[in-house]
């Protein structure tokens, strides 16, 4: 199989060098991710990545971020959903935190405004 390759400058030379073209890898975050995982593990993980997708949150790389992170917190990371990328992972989480819905935050603000006299069939 033939890589593609594409130009791009260098910048320690006038010339031009050749880079092989990255692979998209938004379509293996979607099929991929979770394969080795129990069912439900697996079903939060593709739901969670879809939802972020289809709100446009993910498509286009157009960011970079860096950090510096614990290897035991990555690794069991890596276990917990099942994707095996740093960047899958980390976009994985960020997409969990951004459609976060605040349930506890929602709850809070409604405690003690049903009435105490309502029959919620909990006896």
């Given at each position: ?7 791009r ?8 060098r ?6 998209r ?12 995982m ?10 969670t990545l ?13 960011e970079?971020?860096t950090?510096?992170?614990s290897?035991a ?7 917990q959903t099942?994707i ?11 997409a969990?935190v951004a459609?976060e ?9 409604l405690?003690?405004t ?10």
């Open positions: 199989m033939a890589k593609t390759l594409r130009m400058p260098s910048s320690s030379a006038p010339q031009q050749f880079v092989p073209k990255k692979k890898v938004r379509s293996s975050i979607r099929n991929d991710a979770g394969k080795e129990p069912g439900e593990q697996k079903f939060v993980v593709r739901q879809r939802a972020a997708i289809r709100l446009g949150l993910i498509g286009s790389k157009d970079r971020i950090a510096r992170l290897h917190l990555i690794e069991q990371a890596k276990r099942g095996k990328g740093d960047t899958e992972l980390l976009e994985f989480a960020l969990n459609l819905d605040n349930f506890a935050a929602t709850m809070n603000k405690a003690g049903i009435d105490p006299d309502i029959k919620l069939g909990f006896d």
